[in-house]
């Protein structure tokens, strides 16, 4: 198997998008474009983040420890910023009512961290990397757990 360069791989995907593109409604393309807003949000937030490290002369374990759990509105109320330890993320209206909506609706605490992992390891692997959150059963888990639980209610429709 010949291995690929690494501009290859962007091409393809690229080309790959843009065919898909075709085929989503506008809805879909603005949801897209606001995951493209946070990953380019959450790309310089990493790149300052490092430098900071850097300036500091820390390692990432060293930066953190101790992890707090902070969840902070938008003006707007359209983008949320997760804030674990110092790694700082932005999650979108949706993605922080499916996590509020898991914390309220599983049976236990044990269920509500199980089913947070699965859907952060699926949708959004950068938090859990970012964070050192290695499983369910982390402290921080726990901690998000609790500050989503204190922060927000669930709404009945």
Same mark, same amino acid.
């Given at each position: 198997?010949?291995?690929?360069?690494?501009?290859?791989?962007?091409?393809?995907?690229?080309?790959?998008?843009?065919d898909?593109?075709?085929?989503?409604?506008?809805?879909?393309?603005?949801?897209?474009?606001?995951?493209?807003?946070?990953?380019?949000?959450?790309?310089? /937030?990493?790149?300052?983040?490092?430098?900071? =490290?850097? *300036? $500091?002369?820390?390692?990432? @374990? #060293? !930066?953190? %420890?101790?992890?707090?759990?902070?969840?902070?509105?938008?003006?707007?109320?359209?983008?949320?910023?997760?804030?674990?330890?110092?790694t700082?993320? /932005?999650l979108?209206?949706?993605?922080?009512? =499916?996590? *509020? $909506?898991i914390?309220?609706? @599983? #049976? !236990?605490? %044990?269920?509500a961290?199980?089913?947070?992992?699965?859907?952060?390891?699926?949708?959004?692997?950068?938090?859990?990397?970012?964070?050192?959150?290695?499983?369910?059963?982390?402290?921080?888990?726990?901690?998000?757990?609790?500050?989503?639980?204190?922060?927000?209610?669930?709404?009945?429709?």
């Open positions: 198997m010949a291995k690929k360069k690494p501009g290859q791989t962007r091409a393809k995907l690229e080309r790959e998008l843009r898909a593109i075709k085929e989503i409604d506008e809805e879909g393309l603005l949801f897209l474009l606001q995951q493209a807003g946070v990953l380019i949000h959450n790309a310089r /937030v990493d790149r300052i983040n490092n430098v900071a =490290r850097e *300036v $500091r002369g820390t390692t990432t @374990a #060293e !930066t953190h %420890s101790p992890q707090g759990v902070e969840i902070e509105e938008s003006e707007g109320g359209k983008v949320f910023f997760l804030t674990i330890g110092r700082r993320k /932005v979108n209206l949706e993605e922080l009512k =499916r996590i *509020v $909506r914390c309220y609706a @599983a #049976e !236990t605490k %044990s269920d961290l199980r089913q947070l992992y699965t859907v952060l390891s699926k949708e959004r692997r950068d938090i859990l990397s970012d964070a050192h959150i290695g499983g369910p059963q982390s402290p921080v888990m726990g901690k998000l757990f609790q500050a989503v639980r204190t922060k927000f209610k669930l709404q009945d429709r």
